[in-house]
Nanobody, 120 residues
Framework: QVQLVESGGGLVQAGGSLSLSCAASGSIFSIDNMGWYRQTPGKQREWVATITPDGTTNYADSVKGRFSISRDNAKNTVYLQMNSLKPEDTAVYYC??????????????WGKGTLVTVSS
């Protein structure tokens, strides 16, 4: 059984910083792309950032220059450093990873989410 567990959400004032982490555990053979998405009530889940196994990153325009995604392959963990936070960044943030398990079965996995609230 493979699972993703996020941590690091919370309440922060506008202009502040917050760091999220997401650890994958279980019967993992390999992890391909890892990423972060976010969702607010009544809206579709929105892509935030992705990182490939070799460290290539991509960001949504709304967070480019403010957020930074990184990963530690030895720890099966992806991070999201969020700086210059704005009230519109308030959302539940979800970790995502494409994982192949030791049965050679690959699929997209999601964490349960962590709430980030940015006050004005």
């Amino acid at each position: 059984q493979v699972q993703l567990v996020e941590s690091g959400g919370g309440l922060v004032q506008a202009g502040g910083s917050l760091s999220l982490s997401c650890a994958a555990s279980g019967s993992i053979f390999s992890i391909d792309n890892m990423g972060w998405y976010r969702q607010t009530p009544g809206k579709q889940r929105e892509w935030v950032a992705t990182i490939t196994p070799d460290g290539t990153t991509n960001y949504a325009d709304s967070v480019k220059g403010r957020f930074s995604i990184s990963r530690d392959n030895a720890k099966n963990t992806v991070y999201l450093q969020m700086n210059s936070l704005k009230p519109e960044d308030t959302a539940v943030y979800y970790c995502n990873a494409y994982i192949r398990d030791r049965r050679n079965y690959a699929m997209n996995y999601w964490g349960k989410g962590t709430l980030v609230t940015v006050s004005s």
